[in-house]
């Protein structure tokens, strides 16, 4: 199997890496990146993209039977601009998954938030229910959301709020509804790769429990 992976380097997406580079499953892997990074594993193909190039997607994901995504930014990266924020979060996923339709990618997986939806007056869960919306509309053949919360993992970049966060609420995690329990990096990853194995048609969207379940 084919596969093309956006969002490497980010807590996610660098644990899908390494998953795929162990897994035989896939004979070769498009790592997608905005500039040049080290890549472990001879089956994996470094492929640099503009983002703001829609031809640069088609590129990138040719050949492709599987997508996934796991890209995001955070407020203090764009210097707290929602508009750039916006052309990062909404523009990356909307352009990719038009590729992945006039493609013909059989399966694309990407990560939203919990708490996601249109309707929500929080700029960054109303967003991640507007990208939900855009890949709904385009009618993969398979497409899923993972809509994990608090995420556990080290990450590279520094995130004090985060780190403390990650020690608090795993504690008072019994107390929450299952849907908003924190959960860790390695299992959403594991479960976006499990299920690129054996995905089902249509439009499906992982809470906690689900996203476990394909562990």
Do not use: W
Request: overall charge positive; some cysteine; aromatic content about 10%.
């Amino acid at each position: 199997m084919k596969i093309t992976l956006f969002g490497s380097s980010g807590l996610i997406g660098n644990k899908i890496l390494r998953l795929l580079e162990n897994d035989n499953t896939f004979e070769n892997v498009n790592v997608v990146s905005r500039r040049p990074i080290d890549l472990n594993s001879e089956k994996c193909n470094l492929k640099i993209l503009d983002f703001s190039d829609y031809s640069s997607y088609l590129r990138v994901i040719d050949g492709s039977e599987v997508v996934l995504a796991a890209i995001g930014t955070t407020q203090s990266q764009v210097s707290f601009n929602k508009k750039k924020y916006r052309e990062i979060d909404f523009g990356i996923i909307s352009q990719a998954v038009r590729a992945c339709k006039e493609k013909n990618v059989k399966h694309f997986s990407f990560v939203s938030s919990a708490g996601a939806d249109i309707n929500n007056k929080s700029f960054y869960l109303r967003l991640k229910g507007e990208i939900e919306k855009e890949v709904e509309l385009q009618q993969i053949k398979s497409s899923s959301v993972y809509r994990p919360s608090l995420l556990i993992g080290r990450r590279k970049e520094n995130r004090f709020g985060e780190k403390i966060a990650q020690i608090i609420i795993p504690i008072l995690s019994f107390l929450m509804p299952d849907n908003y329990k924190p959960i860790k990096a390695s299992d959403v990853a594991k479960a976006m790769v499990n299920e690129s194995k054996n995905y089902r048609d249509g439009f499906k969207i992982y809470h906690y429990n689900k996203i476990l379940s394909y562990c």
